[in-house]
């Protein structure tokens, strides 16, 4: 037995262990501690979901209502519809692409969205000219965006396929703007407007002389006579101010039609979760309803009662009789479309009657 000094020492010893074996334990829960909370940093900083910028191309100025009331509060709604995670930066007035370029810029990836004409790459876009037909009466814009839109999702053609189709929005019907009063065919008779698409083979029948260019260069080409005129909608003479630089508007209700698409990458779209899609077709759906298919008929309003009252200019309703000989010689544009659309393999006729009869449901709606 140890006695004395010796258990003493012993018991020192054990004593002295213990109080080892302890700050050991301590020290290995302090470790485990860091470790787990390290561990479990990297999966904190996994789960956060990166802000996905898009990058959208149009033609229109900035201060145009196509970018301040719509482009710009569409992307505002869709960051806070997809809590942040999808972010739209607009670049207006062709500042990334050239109006003609935009379909297939996005195509190609240049832009992840983009807003244009269908029409100013005619021929790419066969089906989709329906709309643009003269002869079909819209009432206003609510009326032709609505029937355009609806009538694209039913027909779903293969031209649009490349990109996600987001919505169409029109301007519907337009007018003459000239320098100088046209008051029938014989005004009309060689003189050089501006039109894009089926509007300049309309005028063309009528015995004007069509200059395809996007409504950005028409002020120029008015200013300096390249143009003596244009057709579209009456929202130009405020919002391109072309109220400056012509004298008279000739209202031809009959004559005009102007298809607007929204699109997106495939690639892009593809790439967005199944969440914020849905947010952005949702979101997209409302825009269009209160904003994209009646947005030129408040332009159009802006305008009779802003520029045109201030650049004092006349306003010509044609008779009646001069208003059927116009339409009498527009009228095989509309068999020319059906006549393309059956060589193509398409049902041109069924395609044209769709479109009439969405026309006459919706103008009874919308008048």
Request: glycine share 8%; aromatic share 8%; charged share 20%.
């Amino acid at each position: 037995m140890l006695k004395g000094k010796s258990l003493r020492f012993w018991r020192s010893l054990r004593a002295g262990r213990m109080v080892v074996a302890g700050l050991l334990m301590i020290l290995m829960l302090a470790m485990s501690a860091g470790c787990d909370k390290e561990a479990s940093a990297p999966a904190s900083s996994a789960g956060k979901v990166e802000t996905v910028e898009l990058k959208l191309a149009h033609f229109w100025p900035a201060a145009h209502p196509a970018e301040t009331d719509l482009v710009q509060p569409w992307a505002k709604e869709v960051e806070q519809a997809t809590n942040g995670q999808v972010k739209i930066i607009s670049y207006p007035g062709e500042t990334l692409l050239k109006a003609a370029d935009v379909y297939g810029g996005v195509k190609d990836g240049i832009a992840d969205i983009g807003i244009s004409c269908f029409s100013y790459t005619r021929g790419n876009f066969p089906v989709s000219e329906v709309f643009e037909l003269p002869g079909i009466t819209y009432n206003n814009s609510k009326v032709a965006s609505k029937v355009a839109w609806e009538g694209i999702k039913e027909l779903n053609p293969a031209e649009i396929q490349d990109t996600h189709l987001l919505m169409v929005i029109t301007t519907g019907p337009g007018d003459l703007f000239t320098k100088k009063p046209v008051r029938n065919l014989n005004d009309l008779k060689g003189m050089e407007i501006r039109a894009t698409g089926l509007s300049a083979a309309t005028l063309q029948s009528l015995g004007a002389t069509p200059v395809a260019m996007p409504q950005s260069d028409a002020y120029e080409a008015l200013s300096k006579g390249v143009v003596k005129g244009n057709l579209g909608p009456i929202e130009v003479l405020q919002g391109w101010k072309q109220a400056e630089v012509t004298s008279y508007i000739t209202k031809t209700p009959f004559l005009y039609n102007t298809l607007f698409f929204v699109t997106m990458n495939e690639d892009k779209w593809n790439s967005l979760s199944p969440e914020n899609q849905q947010a952005i077709e949702k979101t997209t759906q409302q825009y269009f309803e209160q904003v994209g298919m009646g947005l030129w008929d408040k332009q159009n309003d802006a305008a009779m009662n802003g520029a045109i009252k201030e650049n004092g200019m006349e306003i010509i309703t044609l008779s009646p009789e001069e208003a059927d000989k116009w339409i009498k010689l527009v009228g095989p544009v509309q068999q020319d479309f059906v006549s393309r659309m059956d060589k193509q393999g398409f049902k041109g006729q069924e395609i044209l009657n769709k479109v009439k009869a969405l026309a006459d449901k919706y103008n009874q709606e919308y008048k």
